[in-house]
């Protein structure tokens, strides 16, 4: 099993604070929340993880939702180069900042760290 956290982390650097967890309040404006929300190993071989499935959330939250908007196209834009397929998308304006959620859905060959659509 692979914590894919830290790497996805590291490709959307530059773009926003990246949080790997939820928090009660922001110290600033624009942040990306990330989270795994699930990781199942697909192939075993020779007794390791050799494919997972894995399904990562991001949430994306700035000041107004035009620059909601415009940065969850730019993470977007990122995580789809590199083979994490986007199954969900929703812009969230029920709480005090606004936000949109995003779900990937995508393989992980163990072996090799490549990243493969589902």
Request: with cysteine.
């Given at each position: 099993?692979?914590?894919v956290l830290p790497a996805v982390a590291g490709l959307l650097n530059g773009l926003a604070d990246i949080s790997l967890a939820y928090r009660d309040g922001?110290?600033?404006?624009?942040?990306i929340v990330l989270a795994e929300i699930g990781n199942s190993s697909s192939v075993i071989l020779s007794g390791a993880?050799?494919?997972s499935s894995i399904t990562l959330?991001?949430?994306?939250?700035?000041?107004?939702?035009?620059?909601?908007?415009?940065?969850?196209?730019?993470a977007n834009d990122v995580l789809a180069?590199?083979?994490m397929k986007r199954s969900f998308a929703q812009f969230?304006?029920?709480e005090d900042v606004p936000r949109?959620?995003?779900?990937?859905?995508?393989g992980l060959?163990?072996?090799?760290?490549r990243v493969v659509s589902v």
């Amino acid at each position: 099993m692979t914590d894919v956290l830290p790497a996805v982390a590291g490709l959307l650097n530059g773009l926003a604070d990246i949080s790997l967890a939820y928090r009660d309040g922001f110290t600033s404006l624009p942040c990306i929340v990330l989270a795994e929300i699930g990781n199942s190993s697909s192939v075993i071989l020779s007794g390791a993880d050799r494919y997972s499935s894995i399904t990562l959330q991001l949430d994306v939250y700035a000041g107004d939702e035009a620059d909601v908007r415009a940065l969850a196209v730019e993470a977007n834009d990122v995580l789809a180069a590199k083979g994490m397929k986007r199954s969900f998308a929703q812009f969230i304006t029920d709480e005090d900042v606004p936000r949109m959620c995003m779900r990937y859905r995508f393989g992980l060959d163990e072996a090799t760290g490549r990243v493969v659509s589902v």
